[in-house]
């Protein structure tokens, strides 16, 4: 695991090139965040908040990095 939202754009592909050269072969999940963004969908809607893309990826960033 580590904290995705930390990295800045331009120095992903350089993360993921590094970690395939350490661990070939391997390949991560994607995470299934259908319940969460439902979720945030339903908070933003009664707190009157406008659930945009950016708000969104934002609480997702948020919640990654609470995981590792």
């Known amino acids: 695991d580590v904290n995705l939202p930390k990295f800045l754009s331009h ?5 993921k ?5 350490l661990f070939p072969g391997v390949t991560l999940p994607t995470p299934e965040y259908g319940a969460l963004l ?3 969908e339903s908070n933003c809607k009664q707190r009157n908040l ?3 893309p950016y708000f969104v ?6 919640y ?5």
């Open 11 to 15: 120095d992903l592909p350089l993360f």
């Open 38 to 40: 439902a979720a945030i």
């Open 64 to 68: 990654e990095m609470m995981l590792v």
């Open 57 to 62: 990826s934002k609480i997702l960033q948020i």
């Open 50 to 52: 406008q659930a945009t």
């Open 17 to 21: 090139g590094i970690t395939s050269d």
